[in-house]
């Protein structure tokens, strides 16, 4: 049997080596965004809920060298992927097959600094699927199992770690009012496409046993009118800067 094609890519102006296919699923600038607003240091554990093909973690293990990052990926063929570009990028990662929804016992006996994901959010409750496998797990799923999803990442969190996520703004609501009781110090920082549009994805972020009260953030400013990047954008796409 032949191997799906696959392209060599490139994150983080080329700090970043990605194998993904070529044709389903294939990584944007969520995984990017979503590395870029994650708080850890050198030495913290971190977990990929639902890591695909591994952008997101790789870009933060690129930011923040030293971390001790796994991920979790039910897909078998994105986790060898995964474990491909990990490779190719000379970082050692704890990739590990299991549904978020059935996890195993390894990833269950575990808490990390540093909880990471950006969950299928087209929910298959009120929405057609694509007629792409790949693409249709990862962006469909069930309202039940959005939460069960959101349950899981905030179960693995310890104590005055960090939940980070890319939502739909249309989502944001259930997002919150699951994780708000449970976590504190909820963080939102919104990701315009263009000056004066509306944000259609949010970063959430929220913090075990935090206190502080919530925050909206000024947010990004992703697109100029020409289509091109904002310089504040590229500063956190090509080269690493924080959010």
Excluded at 117 to 127: E, K, L
Excluded at 155 to 167: E, H, N, W
Excluded at 188 to 196: A, I, T
Excluded at 221 to 227: F, K, P, S, Y
Aim: charge should be positive; aromatic fraction near 4%.
């Amino acid at each position: 049997m032949n191997e799906p094609a696959l392209t060599d890519d490139t994150l983080l102006g080329g700090r970043v080596r990605l194998f993904q296919p070529k044709d389903g699923y294939r990584a944007a600038i969520d995984p990017v965004l979503l590395a870029a607003a994650v708080p850890a240091r050198s030495g913290h554990t971190v977990l990929d809920v639902g890591s695909g093909t591994g952008a997101a973690g790789l870009c933060l293990a690129a930011r923040i060298p030293g971390i001790e990052l796994s991920g979790i990926e039910r897909d078998p063929g994105a986790l060898a992927l995964a474990q491909r570009s990990a490779g190719a990028n000379g970082v050692s990662v704890d990739w590990i097959e299991g549904d978020v929804l059935a996890p195993p016992s390894a990833v269950l006996s575990r808490q990390y600094d540093h909880v990471i994901s950006n969950p299928p959010y087209r929910s298959a409750d009120r929405g057609q699927r694509s007629p792409d496998p790949a693409r249709a797990a990862a962006h469909s799923i069930t309202d039940a199992d959005f939460d069960a999803w959101l349950a899981f990442c905030v179960a693995r969190v310890r104590g005055k770690g960090t939940l980070s996520l890319v939502l739909p703004a249309g989502e944001l609501s259930r997002a919150v009012a699951l994780i708000e009781p449970r976590l504190g110090g909820l963080t939102l920082l919104p990701l315009w496409p263009k000056q004066g549009a509306e944000a259609r994805r949010v970063i959430l972020q929220a913090r075990r046993g935090g206190r502080a009260p919530s925050r909206l953030l000024p947010g990004l400013v992703l697109h100029a009118q020409d289509g091109r990047y904002t310089p504040e954008a590229e500063q956190v796409l090509r080269h690493g800067a924080p959010l």
